[in-house]
């Protein structure tokens, strides 16, 4: 059902002039969705939630020309590029105006080791065009051939290359964003440093991006690689020397359990049954060095350059969340979680989550800096029984040390490891959305004080 009247709907939509916009239902409703049924839980919340319109800007300044008739019209607005999300973070809660930012795409310049780029870039793109350059960027999420680096942003956190450069939340990984407000007379913002932050993971609440400057990293020609090991605990044990190997150059160590590998389609002749692999992406000229360390424990049953160009399935689409969409291809009754192991009680801490879920909770992990320190992600595909058993499942890592990022909520606080908003993030919502038109319902601890 439509949020807007019809003649708000129709008054809107003449303010835009010729700005695109799209009206026709069901392609609204099928641009208003993202991956959020990997949850059974939020595929119950957000089913049929919807936007009543896209408006698909060209430039900042029809941006700037839409915000500003959304807040005269006290319309919602909710950001959506690649829709490539997993919590629902672009789904409108309250209908309103959909803006698609994908025109955005424009790679503004590059320098050695830094670029600046429109929102709607998509990342695949981004480093095809800078590979002639030597440069790529430093992280990606496994939907690298289809997300935007807005997207990434503002609703993503890590994945490959976080072995190297921890999450988009450290320092010096994300160096600039460009933000316009929604208010009457709209503002564009430009935060550098550490400010950037405040628009980061935010899920396009705390204002409308239009431009990242993002550092880079050298490029290398990567080789994908799978390790077979007989049991999943080798597998981690030997990832885990891997990370803490810094003369080796990667970007990717996932340890993955049995029986998963069998979910893998294409890879399936690389992955023999009852066997652990880890999945690894590593710079050729530290292949030689990776295989000595690796020595006699597991047996390499794929070595090939990385190729992400169209018809290809590279190696890295069945890391990070691709590893829970490979098994939802054929098992839509599995789910996930998001974790945190300590760094410094990490293999213990695995084995006694494996000890404690052997069947139930189905081990699969990414290495990761966080805070300076090596560790993992966690990403377990998780046989579903219900709200109530998944919760306590929750509880009983977070009880044992190991801290979960709810991938079952949709909400910016109640998705985070600390179950709070920083308080930066909020003030500036104020500032930048006073209105609380920008994705509303999204950051529950905003009350906005304007009418």
């Known amino acids: 059902m439509n949020a ?59 941006v700037v020309r839409v915000a500003a008739a959304c807040a005269r019209h006290r319309v919602p607005l909710t950001v959506r590029a690649g ?23 424009t790679i503004e310049w590059t320098k050695p080791g830094i670029m600046r780029v429109g929102v709607g870039a998509k990342m695949n793109a981004i480093d095809t065009e800078l590979q002639s350059s030597g440069w790529e960027l430093r992280m990606h999420p496994s939907t690298k051939r289809t997300a935007t680096i807005g997207g990434f942003v503002a609703g993503g956190s890590g994945g490959i290359g976080s072995v190297n450069y921890g999450g988009l939340r450290e320092p010096g990984n994300i160096l600039a964003a460009r ?18 932050q405040k628009i980061n993971r935010t899920y396009g609440t705390t204002g409308i991006i239009t431009a990242l400057e993002m550092p880079l990293a050298p490029a290398w020609k990567w080789i994908d690689v799978v390790v077979v090991f007989d049991d999943f605990m080798e597998a981690t044990a030997f990832g885990y020397e891997a990370a803490l190997a810094d003369g080796i150059v990667k970007k990717v160590l996932a340890p993955i359990t049995s029986p998963l590998p069998s979910y893998f389609g294409a890879l399936k002749p690389y992955c ?4 652990s692999i880890l999945i690894a992406m590593i710079a050729e000229p530290s292949l030689e060095s990776f295989k000595s360390l690796l020595g006699g424990r597991g047996t390499i049953t794929l070595e090939t350059p990385t190729d992400d160009s169209p018809g290809q399935v590279p190696l890295y689409e069945y890391t990070w969340n691709h590893t829970t969409l490979q098994v939802l291809k054929s098992d839509r ?17 695995v084995a006694e989550m494996r000890d404690l879920f052997p069947d139930e909770v189905l081990q699969h992990l990414e290495f990761i800096r966080f805070n300076g320190r090596v560790t993992c ?12 058993r998944l919760n ?7 009880e044992r040390g190991v801290y979960i990022a709810n991938p079952h909520v949709f909400t910016v606080e109640d998705g985070s490891r600390y179950k709070r908003i920083e308080a930066d993030q909020l003030g500036f919502k104020h500032e930048v959305d006073p209105y609380g038109l920008l994705n509303p319902g999204k950051m529950r601890s905003f009350t906005s004080t304007r009418p």
């Open 4 to 62: 807007l009247s019809s003649s708000t709907l129709a008054s809107l939509i003449a303010d835009l002039g010729d700005i695109p916009t799209v009206t026709d239902a069901k392609i609204v409703r099928r641009r208003s969705r993202d991956f959020f049924w990997y949850s059974p839980i939020l595929n119950e919340q957000l089913d049929g939630k919807s936007a009543d319109l896209i408006v698909a800007p060209r430039d900042e300044a029809d």
């Open 179 to 196: 933000v316009v407000t929604v208010e009457e007379e709209p503002r564009i913002i430009e935060l550098r440093g550490d400010a950037a």
């Open 272 to 275: 023999p049954d009852d066997k």
């Open 392 to 398: 306590e499942i929750i509880r009983l890592h977070e």
């Open 377 to 388: 992600s966690g990403l377990p595909v998780v046989r579903y029984r219900d709200a109530d």
């Open 333 to 349: 009754s599995v789910t996930y979680l998001q974790c945190l192991y300590p760094h410094d009680r990490l293999l213990e801490k």
């Open 83 to 105: 829709g490539t999300g997993n919590y629902g973070q672009a789904v409108p809660l309250e209908g309103g105006v959909l803006l698609d930012v994908m025109a955005l795409a």
